[in-house]
């Protein structure tokens, strides 16, 4: 009986790895082919007046609980939200704010496709280009933070560097070349 039981299990599995012959089926009745989908995701609306997007964009992201202060910068057609969070709270936590304010952004028309940042550091960086903007200096704001940026990430490398004062004299520079 046992021997039976395995011999169907068996037959039943090898018979699922056997290949069958595809029946083509026929073209639907009115003539369209493939499946048609409509978009779900609402297009991008296009930013007239960054000033007044940001406003409101900050002004929502700062009515979450737990966010001190929000800032954020429109660039074209995108905006970038950076939230400040006490800083003694837990990632975890802080990963449930952003969350939060992510979804209070999600039902604004602007809002739905900004980005939120919680991290100390971008978050400082947008506020100064935010203020810069406020100043009548959007590019040149935005062009230092970019070097502030860049200069975190390039590496200081010693050979690079020259003492203050003297530079070394071609003979220590030489001995310094050989030792290498």
């Known amino acids: 009986m046992k021997y039976i039981v395995v011999l169907v299990v068996a037959i039943t599995m090898l018979s699922g790895c056997g290949r069958t012959q595809q029946n083509e089926s026929s073209p639907p009745p009115n003539g369209e082919q493939g499946v ?23 002004q929502l992201a700062a009515s979450i609980p737990n966010v001190q202060s929000a800032r954020c910068v429109v660039l074209g057609n995108t905006a970038i939200v950076g939230i400040n969070v006490a800083p003694e709270l837990e990632r975890s936590r802080v990963d449930v704010i952003k969350y939060s304010v992510a979804e209070a ?41 970019l070097a502030d940026i860049i200069g975190r990430i390039v590496p200081q490398i010693p050979k690079d560097l020259t003492p203050q004062g003297n530079p070394p004299a071609r003979t220590d520079q030489q001995q310094l070349d050989k030792q290498m």
């Open 105 to 145: 952004l999600r039902k604004d028309p602007y809002g739905v496709h900004a980005f939120v940042t919680a991290d100390m550091d971008l978050a400082g960086r947008i506020a100064e280009i935010r203020e810069d903007i406020r100043q009548g200096r959007p590019v040149a704001g935005f062009a230092e933070e």
């Open 36 to 58: 048609h989908v409509q978009q779900t995701a609402p297009e991008k609306p296009e930013i007239r007046n960054p000033q007044e997007v940001a406003d409101r964009l900050e």
